[in-house]
Structure formats: structure tokens, C-alpha cells
């Protein structure tokens, strides 16, 4: 009889917890992903990638920052917020800013006839009577090749010292007016301007270009006194003597062997060097409606025209991508806006996701890596599997 109340406990405990008999479910494994180990992982598993670093900004608070491998010749640095990269299209970015920035201040309607701001016409050879504006540079529709060595007249791809303070014309009228011995009909797509989105990185020097003429600024200086001062992107520079170079990540060559900085008349798009740390003001700023701090470099609704796609989904532009003003949003990637780069020395990603404030880069010394820059790719799929956690 003595045992009878610890017999009835029992059956309660099996019969009785929960109410209603359901069995009690295990709680589900934890599927959250660490990034930092993601990216240490990157590293460790390609040999040949030197370094990567990261910086994820959420409503204008750093969230996430972490470099992986050694950014130095040495192999002894591990990068950080202020390692300097050196960049390619993401420097397109730059460009549609400064662009903007003509268009608040009068000096410039990117609906109008390009030609009417410079002192040469810019006309297609097989459209003469097209008018090409600076929309359509804007979003690679003028009908503008992106010319390899070859293509073109071979000064275009010189390079020079990184020291040299480069000058974009008279070359870039040269390489567009018939008759000039830089003048050759491959700079121009056999399409109409306005019918087709290709990528032109021609078309955005042009509109670098373009900057200095309405300006009256070397584009170095435009973009020094009213994007990066004002935004306090102090270490960033289209100019290699202005960086602090004990912090410049090391450049290698396709064969991974270490190459010297040099320059070229494309700097615009392919000479800039920032830092994550850096970047994370660019983003903030976009991401805020172009304002930083009190800092404004652009009004909302310019930054709304940037990143408002406009076109469909397009097959002849990176990652099936629709474009706003130079801003892109790939298929495979919706709600995120951005830019990819790639070359033989650098691959680097930014993409903001307005509608959840929030906005990320990633940075690394070696070439064409689809793993990052795809948004099929191995890395970008897990980088966005994280992000969308971060906004869930």
C-alpha cells in the first residue's frame, strides 16, 4: 500500500503533461550561420585567395566586420575595417553620385543630349541622328562598346605609373570622332542607342568625363571634395600616393605572383581604393536618403532615382540584372541593389537592401572569384542565407 502514491505519480507524469497527450517535440537545430567561421573557412579551403573582408551595415550601425587571411606580401596582416582594396565597377557607384549631384545642382539634365554639354559630338556612326543622353550611360543603353585590347586604339589600355595624375581627354574625344586615327567603329555596338542594356565600362569613363567638364574639376578632385570628405572616407582615393600604404592590400597576378600597383586611363572604374570601413559611410549614406552626419551628398530623391529599376531583367547586363542608374539588382537576388566588380586582380560585392536598412560589402585581393560575385555561387548564396537572418 505504501507504494501506491509513487505508482499513481508516474502514470500522471506519462498520462497527464501537456493536457491534451500530445508528445513533446524536441526544439529545432539551431540553423543560424557563423559567418566569421564562413569566411575563415573561404580562406583556409582556397589556397590561392590571399584575403576577403566584410562589412555589413543595419539601420546605420555596423553589425557584422571580419577579414580573413593576410593582406600583406608577408602574410602577417589580417584586414581589417581599414585595409585598403583596390576596386573595380563597384567604383561605378561613385560616378552615379557624382552624376546626381550635377543634376540637384542645374548644370546637368540626363534626359538631354549629351553633346550639348561637352565641346565634341557623341553620336553612333550607323545613328547619326540618335541623340545619346546621359540616362542612357546611365544604364550601358547608348549603344557604347566595353572594348578590349584590340578593339580600340591600344592607348586606352597603357599602363602607368600610379603616381601619374591621368588625363581623360582629349583621348576620350579622340577615340569618338570619326576621322581621328584613335577613332575606330568598334567603339560602337551595332545596335540603336536606347534599344539594348550592355555593360560599356567606356560609357563610364564618359560620364566621368563629363563630370569634370561641368565641374571644372580633375575627376580625382571632384570626387575627393564632395563624396569623400564630406562622408569622412578619409582613406579612400583614386590616387595611390594620397593612400596610407602600409595599409594597401597586396595585388597578385592570375599566376598568383605579387604585382606592382600601376594605373590606367580607366582609373574611374578600376583605380579606386577604399576599405570596408570606409564603404560603411558610403552605404549609411545611401541607405539614410544621401545624408550622413549631417553631411548631405545627395537629396532622397536622387538616391530613389539610382535605385529604382527601371528595366526589365536582361540578359546582356551581369547576373540577369535590371538597372536603375547605374545601380543594378541581379535576378536571383530581389530587393538588393549594388554593384559587382571583377578584374584580374580584385572581385568585390556591395548591395544594399533599402526596404530593410540595411546594406554589405566584401573586399578581396585575387580575381574573378564567381564564388563571391555569382549569386549562384557558392559563397554570395550563403552570404544571403546570413543576411536575410539578420533581418529576420
Not at 27 to 51: E, G, Q, W, Y
Not at 52 to 77: P, T, Y
Request: glycine share 8%; net charge negative.
Amino acid at each position: 500500500m505504501h507504494n501506491l502514491p509513487v505508482l499513481l505519480l508516474i502514470v500522471f507524469v506519462f498520462t497527464g503533461c501537456g493536457g491534451s497527450g500530445s508528445e513533446t517535440t524536441a526544439p529545432p537545430p539551431d540553423t543560424s550561420i557563423n559567418m566569421n567561421k564562413v569566411l575563415d573557412d573561404f580562406i583556409a579551403n582556397n589556397s590561392h585567395i590571399a584575403s576577403i573582408s566584410m562589412l555589413v551595415v543595419k539601420n546605420g550601425n555596423v553589425i557584422f566586420s571580419h577579414g580573413a587571411g593576410f593582406f600583406d606580401a608577408e602574410k602577417s596582416k589580417v584586414p581589417t575595417e581599414e585595409t585598403l582594396y583596390k576596386t573595380s565597377s563597384i567604383a561605378k557607384l561613385i560616378i552615379s553620385v557624382a552624376v546626381m549631384q550635377l543634376v540637384e545642382s542645374d548644370q546637368l539634365n540626363i534626359d538631354q543630349d549629351i553633346s550639348q554639354y561637352l565641346d565634341f559630338q557623341v553620336r553612333h556612326r550607323d545613328f547619326p541622328e540618335k541623340v545619346i543622353t546621359t540616362k542612357m550611360l546611365m544604364q550601358h543603353a547608348a549603344s557604347l562598346a566595353n572594348p578590349a585590347p584590340g578593339e580600340v586604339v591600344d592607348d586606352l589600355f597603357l599602363s602607368f605609373d600610379p603616381t601619374d595624375i591621368l588625363q581623360l581627354h582629349p583621348l576620350i574625344e579622340d577615340v569618338l570622332t570619326p576621322g581621328n586615327a584613335a577613332y575606330k567603329e568598334t567603339i560602337w555596338l551595332t545596335e540603336e542607342p536606347g534599344t539594348l542594356y550592355k555593360n560599356s565600362n567606356f560609357g563610364m569613363v564618359l560620364l566621368s568625363y563629363l563630370v569634370e567638364k561641368l565641374s571644372g574639376q580633375h575627376f580625382i578632385d571632384y570626387c575627393q571634395q564632395n563624396i569623400f570628405g564630406p562622408l569622412n572616407m578619409n582613406n579612400t582615393s583614386h590616387y595611390f600616393p594620397a593612400l596610407a600604404l602600409n595599409h594597401v592590400a597586396t595585388l597578385y597576378d592570375g599566376n598568383n605572383s605579387i604585382t606592382a600597383p600601376s594605373s590606367n586611363w580607366f582609373y574611374p572604374i578600376s583605380g579606386l581604393y577604399t576599405s570596408t570601413g570606409d564603404w560603411a559611410n558610403f552605404m549609411r549614406a545611401i541607405l539614410n536618403g544621401g545624408s550622413l552626419n549631417g553631411s548631405q551628398i545627395l537629396q532622397s530623391d536622387s538616391v530613389n532615382q539610382l535605385l529604382n529599376m527601371t528595366t526589365p531583367t536582361n540578359n546582356q547586363l551581369a547576373y540577369n540584372s535590371s538597372i536603375g542608374l547605374i545601380w543594378r539588382q541581379a535576378q536571383a537576388n530581389p530587393g538588393w541593389v549594388g554593384h559587382t566588380g571583377a578584374g584580374t586582380q580584385v572581385t568585390h560585392v556591395t548591395e544594399l537592401n533599402p526596404e530593410n536598412n540595411i546594406g554589405y560589402v566584401v573586399f578581396t585581393n585575387e580575381g574573378r572569384i564567381d564564388a563571391l560575385i555569382g549569386p549562384g555561387g557558392s559563397l554570395n548564396v550563403v552570404i544571403h542565407q546570413w543576411l536575410q537572418q539578420q533581418i529576420d
